[in-house]
């Protein structure tokens, strides 16, 4: 009859199949262009035989396991690429400066990739004014809606989608104006013009 297993051997067990499916789950995004955490996360586990696992990395540690991947293999082409897109970001986001724009994403926090989307938060209560001055400057784009929460509950809000010459899409939501003062951007995770400036200054 074998030993069973103490609850310290059940944690070890989990704590490893979580940092493999998250090494793996980095591996597919940085090789296979993924940008979707959720789909990498399961497609590295149908690959790993653990499609059933109740031990899925978060998207945190999933990043935290891209970004060594890409400092091992990537770390002479990646700098360059990043930088790519955050001009390009910056680019965007002065073209809608009266909408106080932000960066949030992969391109702000160093994750991306040569595939990679860049996401913009931008911040008005006439959305029209946003669609209007993508059409004065003759700016091809694709228009949606998309549900987010805003000040504590779920609204719908509309979202443009630009793609370059070079393929990456610049995903545009557009918040409430209020949404902009709720507290809840920190500059880890969201950067205004000044500081995609200073990121690309350094």
């Keep these: 009859m074998g030993k069973e297993r103490t609850p310290r051997e059940y944690s070890s067990r989990r704590d490893l199949m979580r940092e493999q499916l998250a090494h793996h789950a980095a591996k597919l995004m940085a090789e296979d262009g993924i940008t979707d955490h959720a789909f990498a996360k399961r497609k590295a586990a149908r690959q790993l035989g653990a499609a059933d696992t109740q031990h899925m990395p978060s998207n945190q540690e999933v990043d935290s396991a891209l970004n060594s991947y890409r400092a091992l293999y990537h770390h002479g082409v990646h700098p360059g690429v990043l930088n790519q897109l955050r001009k390009q970001a910056l680019t965007t986001m002065?073209?809608?400066?009266?909408?106080?724009?932000?960066?949030?994403?992969?391109?702000l926090d160093g994750t991306a990739g040569e595939q990679s989307n860049i996401n913009l938060l931008l911040f008005s209560d006439d959305a029209k004014s946003v669609l209007l001055l993508l059409l004065k400057n003759r700016i091809s784009f694709e228009d949606g809606e998309r549900?987010?929460?805003v000040n504590?509950?779920?609204e719908t809000v509309p979202c443009y989608t630009l793609t370059s010459e070079s393929g990456n899409?610049?995903?545009?939501?557009?918040?409430?104006?209020?949404?902009r003062h709720n507290g809840i951007r920190h500059p880890e995770t969201h950067a205004d013009i000044s500081a995609v400036q200073a990121l690309l200054a350094n």
């Design 94 to 107: 002065r073209l809608l400066a009266d909408f106080h724009p932000y960066l949030t994403g992969s391109v």
């Design 147 to 149: 549900k987010v929460r």
């Design 152 to 154: 504590g509950r779920e």
């Design 169 to 179: 899409q610049t995903h545009i939501v557009v918040l409430p104006a209020n949404a």
